[in-house]
């Protein structure tokens, strides 16, 4: 039997600026999330993209989805009930959605406001411009722990907002 492919190594890149806001398109123009990354933080980066970088966060970009289109929260989760539903970088419709979503697509909760559920996706795209990130040249034990105590901060985020919500 051939060998199953592996997957490739991660790939990360430290962040460069104060308070670098993810842009939900690879544009210059585009709208950016809530998400505010501090300068050499630690993330994962996948393809460019004309001079931008997609970037993969611990539980996804941070969004919003309208409460009629999503369950409740269930241990932590919120599950999209519609087909299409508009994965939004802010509580309005009157803006084009950052993405779709595909019916069932789970989603990390962090709050409402109002009529919308504040939520993470990791699925939903995001991107830095290059110049706003360093790549790592090598997957080192300190940038493995970087991206880890990243990691671990965001998902206790989502789990004391879950067990508030309780």
């Known amino acids: 039997?051939?060998?199953?492919?592996?997957?490739?190594?991660?790939?990360?890149?430290?962040?460069?600026?104060?308070?670098?806001h993810p842009r939900c398109f690879a544009s210059a123009n585009s709208p950016t999330y809530a998400d505010a990354l501090s300068e050499g933080q630690v993330v994962?980066?996948?393809?460019?993209?004309?001079?931008?970088?997609?970037?993969?966060?611990?539980?996804g970009v941070t969004g919003y989805v309208y409460k009629k289109f999503a369950s409740e929260p269930v241990d932590g989760v919120v599950t999209a009930t519609g087909v299409n539903v508009s994965f939004r970088y802010r509580p309005r419709t009157s803006e084009v959605p950052?993405?779709?979503l595909k019916k069932g697509a789970a989603l990390s909760f962090l709050g409402e406001d109002g009529e919308w559920w504040v939520v993470r996706s990791e699925d939903v795209p995001a991107y830095l411009s290059t110049a706003e990130l360093t790549p790592c040249d090598a997957v080192t034990p300190?940038?493995?722990q970087a991206w880890g105590d990243f990691e671990k901060a965001r998902r206790a985020e989502c789990a004391a907002a879950a067990q508030q919500r309780v």
């Open 44 to 59: 994962r980066v996948g393809e460019d993209a004309n001079g931008f970088r997609r970037v993969l966060l611990p539980t």
């Open 1 to 20: 039997p051939s060998p199953a492919p592996s997957s490739p190594a991660p790939t990360y890149a430290r962040i460069v600026g104060k308070d670098v």
């Open 142 to 144: 300190e940038v493995e």
């Open 98 to 100: 950052a993405d779709m």
